[in-house]
Each structure stands twice: as structure tokens, then as C-alpha cells.
């Protein structure tokens, strides 16, 4: 299976920046798209950004503007740049990967285990 590592998480003040990393384990695999979300205690899973292969990416309104996300085509290495952090920003933040192996045409999104960004006042 892929693997995804995220670190870079932290406690931050408002006004502060993190980078976030995903470090993908792809043997076998081709990874199409790879993508940022985020968990705050008590709400749902939502979408943070999404890197397509040619590196365009697409953000969620509440962060648009403030965060960037890119992707290392070498490594399948994820970033999250997180400038003008805001308390609602706390969350748990999930890398995950769209992944197929080679010869398939279909794949399976993979998921890691979370990095804990806490912004405070």
C-alpha cells in the first residue's frame, strides 16, 4: 500500500505560518493526485487543497489566499505552506493520495494519520 507521513504541525499564534510535509512511499504505485484536508474536533473532514499532476491546484474558501499547497513530481512529496494562520484554522490536517498501480487504470485514495495544528490568541 501507499504510505503518507505528514509533519510540521505545531502550535502556532495567530498571524503565524506552519509548513506542512507528506512524505509518500509509492513503490509500485502512480500517484494522480495528491490533496490537504483538515478535521477540527466535532466537524467533518473538509477540503483544504488539491494538487493535480501538472501541479494546478484548487483550495477551500476559508483558506484560499492564505495557504499554498505544491507537490515534488520527483518524490510524490506534498507541501502545505500556511501563512495568516487564524484559531479556526485548528485541525487536525490529513495528506492523502490518489493512487493506482502500475497497469491498472483505477485506483484507491490512501489516507495518513494527521498532523495537529493548533493556533492560538
Known amino acids: 500500500q501507499v504510505q503518507l507521513v505528514e509533519s510540521g504541525g505545531g502550535l502556532v499564534q495567530t498571524g503565524g505560518f506552519l509548513r506542512l510535509t507528506c512524505v509518500g512511499s509509492r513503490r509500485g504505485f502512480i500517484i494522480d493526485t495528491m490533496g490537504w484536508y483538515r478535521q477540527a474536533p466535532g466537524k467533518q473532514r473538509e477540503l483544504v487543497a488539491i494538487?493535480?499532476?501538472?501541479?494546478?491546484?484548487k483550495y477551500g474558501d476559508s483558506v484560499q489566499g492564505r495557504f499554498a499547497a505544491s507537490r515534488d513530481p520527483g518524490t510524490d512529496t506534498a507541501y502545505l505552506q500556511m501563512n495568516l494562520l487564524k484559531p479556526e484554522d485548528t485541525a487536525v490536517y490529513y495528506c492523502?493520495?490518489?493512487?493506482?498501480?502500475?497497469?491498472?487504470?483505477?485506483?484507491?485514495?490512501?489516507w495518513g494519520q494527521g498532523t495537529q495544528v493548533i493556533v492560538s490568541s
Open positions: 494538487i493535480n499532476n501538472d501541479g494546478s491546484t
Open positions: 492523502n493520495a490518489d493512487a493506482r498501480r502500475y497497469g491498472r487504470s483505477s485506483g484507491t485514495v490512501y
